[in-house]
């Protein structure tokens, strides 16, 4: 790819990422054959490093995989005990009964957990297993063998300098080669994005939706804690200029999780998505809960939302995506990690049928069945329109008839709407600044708001400054001459760590536009958002990004 001779090691399977999705892959495919070789490769600087879930686990995945997890003592300790859904008003809120909402929005039966620590404990039953876990190895580049299959990837390149050339402690890394290679990045995966560009797997679908998810873990006075209560909201801060919600998961050890996620669809580029969190944090039924209490971790990650019908074609020659790879987040439940579970095992099956009969370097086409038919298909289906109906008739009238179509879906299997399109892409629905009014936010007050650079040392992020920036602007032109004039500069706003600023210290007051790629918290909000799509996040050298406790 880029002229380095490389040592090439083979394997069975090729896993890049160890998520929920790829933990599940590895798990699945040596308890179908312990004789498969399996490799999972992982950016972060351990497993769970990098993730960033609410998160309320349904257990569909881990019954599956390892239906015996409770014995096995997998962290997942919290049940949930009560659920609330509420409409918020600046002063106060209107519950919505749970006997109103449809069946499939129920919590109860699922667990209040830190997504991070169930992905150590799924490695650990991985490597039990016989798989190979290469944390801190990041997978920068594919390698494609003779007839146009993806035959593996490259990873653990270390040490370049900022120029490109190598440094000191330079490592050209390897190629791993697999017979199949299945890319569970979470969303919007570098290396994914490459193949769905090459094989055009997004030909037939619609365009991908996101939200941008950020979250803090607090701990809390113990009197105000009620292990398992889970709430999530809608509504205030949030107005006509944006939509998402907030969540308040309660765990265990007076730990609680408060998240916020401002869908990306917004046309406003004045929006600031991060301050639009830390004002949800004032409304008086969440501060009420945090008071007295401190933070103690903070991140922030994009959530997959297109549903059903974003859905890419699943395979290509000589691979797959699973999980948020290919963006199976049931949005009105918030939930995705189930079926990033669920479509590993489903890719884990077809790959070891695959090779049990010989074959490689192919399409796993029963995978793709799978999904289309299977458990995942009947969670998304029914729930396909809710997002295009918030997108068109905002809080009110998006959650009336959403829940009604759900209602529908539910009880008779059909839908009132046929299956809605998301008409742009979250990067076109951005408007010119020159029709929206700049927006005023509070200033936070350093106790139940911080700042964002505060709240990014809570990510625990690291990146060396000496390396090629993995922040790469297409036309490094644009940001000044472009988007600052016509978006007012949107990415100042947009991105939940503070890693992009235009600073007017030019002649005659000119600007410049400053990347701090030390801060990100690998979110991919900038590749996603910019409405030029000028933006484009590469995969650094692995080891770097956040370092999530329990996330
Ligand atoms: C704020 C928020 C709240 C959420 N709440 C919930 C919830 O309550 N319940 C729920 O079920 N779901 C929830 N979700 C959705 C859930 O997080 C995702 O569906 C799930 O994480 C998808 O799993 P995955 O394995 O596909 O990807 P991920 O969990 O993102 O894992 C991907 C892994 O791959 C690694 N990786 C990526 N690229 C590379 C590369 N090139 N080389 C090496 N490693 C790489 C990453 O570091 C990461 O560890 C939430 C999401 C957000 C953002």
């Not at 909402?101 to 039966?109: V, Y």
């Not at 990837?153 to 791993?176: H, I, Q, S």
């Not at 070891?352 to 399409?363: F, I, M, T, V």
């Amino acid at each position: 790819m880029d002229g380095i001779e490389r040592e090439a090691m083979e394997y069975d399977v090729v896993i890049v990422g160890a998520g929920p999705a790829g933990l599940s892959a590895a798990i699945r495919l040596k308890e179908c054959d312990p004789d498969i070789s399996v490799v999972v490769l992982e950016k972060g600087s351990e497993v769970g490093a990098h993730i960033l879930s609410g998160a309320v686990l349904d257990p569909v995945g881990l019954d599956a995989i390892v239906p015996d997890w409770k014995e096995r003592g997998a962290p997942v300790h919290t049940p949930v005990t009560r659920d609330e859904f509420r409409i918020l008003g600046e002063g106060g809120s209107v519950r919505v009964p749970n006997k109103l909402m449809p069946k499939l929005m129920d919590n109860h039966g699922k667990y209040v957990v830190s997504m991070g620590n169930v992905c150590r404990w799924l490695a650990g039953v991985a490597e039990e297993l016989g798989v190979e876990i290469f944390p801190g190895f990041s997978a920068s580049d594919l390698v494609f063998g003779e007839d146009g299959e993806v035959k593996g990837v490259v990873a653990g390149v270390y040490g370049l300098r900022k120029d490109g050339t190598p440094g000191p402690n330079f490592e050209p890394g390897m190629e791993l080669h697999g017979k199949y290679v299945l890319l569970g990045e979470g969303v919007r995966g570098s290396l994914s994005k490459k193949v769905i560009a090459r094989y055009e797997l997004d030909r037939d679908s619609q365009p991908q939706k996101y939200g941008l998810g950020m979250k803090e873990l607090w701990e809390i006075d113990p009197a105000k804690h009620r292990p398992g209560k889970v709430v999530h909201t809608m509504g205030w801060p949030l107005n006509s200029h944006a939509g998402g919600g907030g969540f308040l998961y309660h765990l265990e050890n007076n730990q609680v999780y408060a998240g916020f996620v401002v869908h990306l669809n917004y046309e406003n580029p004045y929006v600031f998505p991060y301050m639009e969190f830390q004002r949800w944090k004032h409304h008086p039924e969440v501060a009420e809960v945090l008071k007295g209490g401190k933070r103690v971790a903070y991140g922030a990650r994009a959530i997959v939302e297109g549903g059903w019908q974003s859905i890419p074609k699943l395979v290509f020659p000589g691979g797959a995506l699973i999980g948020c790879s290919a963006g199976f987040v049931n949005v009105p439940r918030i939930k995705g990690n189930h079926n990033a579970m669920l479509s590993g095992i489903e890719a884990a099956e077809a790959a070891a049928e695959a090779l049990k009969a010989g074959r490689s370097g192919d399409e796993l086409s029963g995978y793709e069945v799978e999904v289309r038919t299977g458990a995942i298909a009947a969670d998304l289906k029914p729930v396909r329109n809710v997002k295009p109906l918030w997108s068109r008739f905002g809080i009110v009238g998006g959650v009336v008839l959403g829940g009604l179509d759900m209602w529908v879906a539910s009880l008779t299997g059909g839908t009132l709407f046929g299956t809605l399109d998301h008409r742009k892409t979250d990067a076109e629905a951005t408007g010119r600044a020159k029709r929206h009014q700049p927006i005023e936010y509070p200033k936070p007050d350093g106790v139940l708001s911080f700042d964002r650079l505060t709240n990014v040392a809570y990510s625990f992020t690291n990146h060396a400054e000496d390396q090629p920036t993995h922040l790469h602007l297409i036309d490094p032109e644009k940001p000044v001459a472009w988007n600052l004039p016509k978006y007012a500069g949107p990415s100042a706003r947009y991105c939940p760590a503070g890693v992009y600023e235009f600073v007017h210290d030019g002649e005659n007051g000119g600007a410049r536009f400053v990347i701090n790629a030390q801060n990100c918290v690998h979110c991919k909000t900038c590749d996603i958002k910019d409405p030029q799509q000028n933006i484009e996040w590469r995969t650094p050298q692995g080891g770097e990004g956040p370092n999530y406790p329990n996330m």
